[in-house]
């Protein structure tokens, strides 16, 4: 064992700060993320369904993963506790052996529950229900129009089958996207920060192989914590791309129906002047064409982009919560301090 | 929840149409045969609407009359239907009239909409390479 020195009672203060302040933050941060990460039907729409529940899979992960964070801070509080514990026992072995009377010191147990984790009790069942009406309303004017259009033009059906299925709740992927990005930037830069703020606080009276390994430890914690939270982020960029993609769909369909629209009722109301028909007719159908061609070559190239969201939100799969895991090969998983190197006699 | 610019658009799109079933209420093509005795006039449908006979048909054997009023009828039919023909062109291509041509606009919206999926496909992009 190598030469040390330790101050139990700044090791514990901030183990405990560790275990609750820190860890709850984190916990309320995946009741946050867990919460504002819905969005509200139609969701991601018909077409880009899969892209959806790659989404909501990703969403459930990553919400373990900053529980997750929270759970390894409140272990890490209790290890703290521990450490502080075995340090003065240590002492109070002194103390004693030259007839001195050691202070009493607690065990595992009160350790770890000076840390918070009988405060675990979390409410995942406040998940907001997102105000989307308004672009909905929108979007279903539209397909009316859209509607409208294949009635008066029979070869823009397909234009209006195509468009069917892309009803998403633009409003809902937008503002989810948005909450992703803020609480990835919070878990970066607040959150993270903060654990990081107080692991340094907790070594600054603290020296031997046990700091070490510490700060090895919560070194190693803080960079899977930084990614994790840019992973978040990435996420939120993703939907945002998702958003603006689906919602130019909806004002481009928009802006090319209503003067079809018009046109198409102004021709039909032409072709009541007997004669007009057969000339107007074939013109009509060639525009429809054309117009229901411009609205399948638009909903291709969303389709594509929703691929591509897919691709991005797929790639965001990483074991965080197994490379988050102290290292535990105690007893039913009870912390055994061997990462710490305590000292084998004070266990 | 209509738009100004929406009712005004509408209520144009409107007065043309109704301008365009008035003329074409009007719209009527004439022809005459090579002779110039019998003329004819057509409706936009190809109606026959009136006729016109030179006293010198009276004179004509009826195969010959046949044949003038076949003549002047069919080129009457062929000038309403030019007539219409021209009134269209001026109802489909007549984007300044109308405000907007249905055709170009939604080609100018691909053109459009393909521009802003391209940034976003260009933005996803570089996520992926930043996740490695």
Known sequence: MGDFAVDPDDVRLHGRTLGTTVADDYAHKADEIA????????????????????????????????????????????????????????????VSGFGGTPASVSGFADAYGRTGVAQLAQDPGVLATAAASITLVEIGAILGSMSACAALCPTFIIGVAGAVLFVANPVGIAQAGADLIRHGDQLQKALNANFDKICSAATGTWKGQGKDSFVIMATKLKAHLDELGAYIHTLGEALHSLEIALSGLWLALGAMTAPFLIWLIAMRAAELVPGAAVVLEPIIEATGAVVAGSVTTIIAAVASLGGLVLAVINGLAKDFLKLMALPDDGVKGTPDLTEFHVGENFA | MTDPDV??????????????????????????????????????????????????????????????????????????????????????QGADAYGTDAVRQAREQVAQYQRLVDAQRDKLEQLRVNLG
Do not use: W
Request: charged share 25%.
């Open chain 1, 35 to 94: 919460r504002d990460a819905v969005v509200e039907p139609p969701g991601f729409g018909i077409a880009l369904s899969p892209a959806e529940a790659i989404y909501i899979q990703r969403v459930e992960f990553l919400v373990k993963d900053v529980q997750g964070a929270a759970d390894v801070c409140r272990q890490i509080g209790a290890k703290l506790g521990v450490v502080a514990d075995q340090y003065e026992r240590a002492e109070d072995l002194h």
């Open chain 2, 7 to 92: 009712r005004r658009l509408i209520e144009g799109m409107a007065e043309q149409a109704n301008r365009f079933a008035a003329s074409m209420q009007n719209l009527t093509g004439e022809g005459a045969d090579d002779a110039g005795l019998v003329r004819a006039t057509c409706g936009a449908s190809g109606r026959l609407v009136d006729i016109e006979l030179a006293a010198e048909t009276r004179r004509m054997q009826t195969y010959e009359l046949r044949e003038a009023i076949l003549a002047a009828v069919g080129r009457a039919a062929d000038a309403a239907s030019a007539n219409l023909a021209d009134v269209v062109a001026q109802l489909t």
